[in-house]
Structures are given as structure tokens and as C-alpha cells.
């Protein structure tokens, strides 16, 4: 079983849709919960991380995490086509020491 | 302030030999940690240098390796290089905060494309 699980999509919206992303997991012991996106040929850009369970809201973006579940999610409000990338979850332990990534979720956001 | 940067940008070798990447990491962290990303795939944690030691390590083989120097600049070596080791490989840099828990946010370089022939 893997650490983490993300489906890859593709994933293909209308411009304006709200957006929804998801992963599972399945180490309780993960503490750091992170979003990253991915432009083609580019390295990841970090979009929010979060501590623990809660919320956590920047701008458009919204992250959630559910310890109870091991599930996290990314929603994306008022989605424009400069979205189009692959988002990453990716997780760490309290020490910050080792990281596991998703495989990515491919979006397209259509005009 | 810099970001971070990796040299070269692409790089082919064959089978067998062996290969050395380069990471200088953002201004002020003292983090690095590298990653391969196969395609179509997320990134798969190789290790972590913090203060010039190894501070953490995924499951990849001896023959990945690695260097921090004094600047907090990084190296990662591949010896006896394999077909499946062509990837993405990408530098993180990051700065440890301690304050009530550890804060560790990576920043990413944009990478060395390996392809092993």
C-alpha cells in the first residue's frame, strides 16, 4: 500500500467551476500536509501547508485535513484557465525530515 | 534573494556510469533535500541534508548519494547509472523554525532531467 494516494485524473473543469481535490493516507503519524502545483517541466510551487486537522483558506484556495479520515483536500474556487497544472499533496512527520508526495492530479480548466 | 538553482538542466548518459547533480540552495535555508520524479509521477523522496549531515533518507539505494557543503549548497550522486534512473530530479531547500513544532517549507528548483541511454 502506498503512503499516499492521489488520483491522477485527468481532471477537465469550465472556467468559474469549483474544483475539488483529494488524497488519502495512510501513516497517522503525518503532522505537515502540503499542496504544491506543477507547471510541465517546471519544479513544484508550494500553494499551502497546514498543521494538523482544520482548515485553512488563501484566497481562492482551501485546504482542508481530516486526521480522523487520513484524507485531505484542496478545493479551488472561481477556477481560471492559469490554473491548468498538476497538483501534488504531499506530507511530512512533526520532525519535517521525510516527505511523501502524490502521484498528482492533472487539471484543465477550460475557457 | 535568489531562488533555488540546479545545473545542469539536462543531462544523458549511459548505462553504467555515473553522475553528479548540482543544488545551490535558497538564501538563508539550511535544508536540502533531493527528489526523483519519474514521469507522470510525484515526487519520490531520495534525502535530506541538514547542516552537512544526512538528516533523513528514502528507499533508494547506496549507490545514491549525497553532499552538503559549508554554503548549504548540495550535491547528489548516482553511481553504476540504470535505465529506470532517468528522471526529473529536483533540489528543495528549506529552513527549519522551531516554534512549538517544527516548520520545514520547501522551496523547489526546477530541476535536472536525466536520461540514462
Known amino acids: 500500500q502506498k503512503e499516499v494516494e492521489q488520483d491522477p485524473g485527468p481532471l477537465s473543469v469550465p472556467e468559474g467551476a469549483i474544483v475539488s481535490l483529494n488524497c488519502t493516507y495512510s501513516?497517522?503519524?503525518?503532522?505537515?500536509f502540503m499542496w504544491y502545483r506543477q507547471y510541465s517541466r517546471k519544479g513544484p510551487e508550494l500553494l499551502m501547508y497546514?498543521?494538523?486537522?482544520g482548515n485553512k483558506e488563501d484566497g481562492r484556495f482551501t485546504a482542508q485535513v481530516d486526521k480522523s479520515s487520513k484524507y485531505i483536500s484542496l478545493f479551488i474556487r472561481d477556477s481560471q484557465p492559469s490554473d491548468s497544472a498538476t497538483y501534488l499533496c504531499?506530507?511530512?512527520?512533526?520532525?519535517?525530515?521525510?516527505?511523501?508526495f502524490g502521484t498528482g492530479t492533472s487539471l484543465t480548466v477550460i475557457p | 534573494e535568489t531562488g533555488v538553482t540546479q545545473s545542469p538542466t539536462h543531462l544523458i548518459k549511459t548505462r553504467g556510469q555515473q553522475v553528479t547533480l548540482r543544488c545551490s540552495s535558497q538564501?538563508?535555508?539550511?535544508?536540502v533535500s533531493w527528489y526523483q520524479q519519474a514521469l507522470g509521477q510525484g515526487p519520490q523522496f531520495i534525502f535530506q541534508?541538514?547542516?552537512?549531515?544526512?538528516?533523513g533518507r528514502g528507499n533508494f539505494p547506496p549507490r545514491f548519494s549525497g553532499l552538503q557543503f559549508p554554503n548549504y549548497s548540495s550535491e547528489l550522486n548516482v553511481n553504476a547509472l540504470e535505465l529506470d534512473d532517468s528522471a526529473l530530479y529536483l533540489c528543495?531547500?528549506?529552513?527549519?523554525?522551531?516554534?512549538?513544532?517544527?516548520?520545514?517549507?520547501?522551496?523547489f528548483g526546477p530541476g535536472t532531467r536525466l536520461t540514462v541511454l
Open positions: 528543495a531547500s528549506s529552513a527549519w523554525y522551531i516554534a512549538g513544532g517544527a516548520y520545514n517549507e520547501q522551496f
Open positions: 501513516n497517522s503519524a503525518f503532522q505537515y
Open positions: 497546514t498543521y494538523s486537522s
Open positions: 504531499a506530507m511530512t512527520f512533526a520532525t519535517g525530515n521525510q516527505f511523501y
Open positions: 538564501s538563508g535555508h539550511n535544508t
Open positions: 541534508y541538514y547542516r552537512e549531515e544526512e538528516n
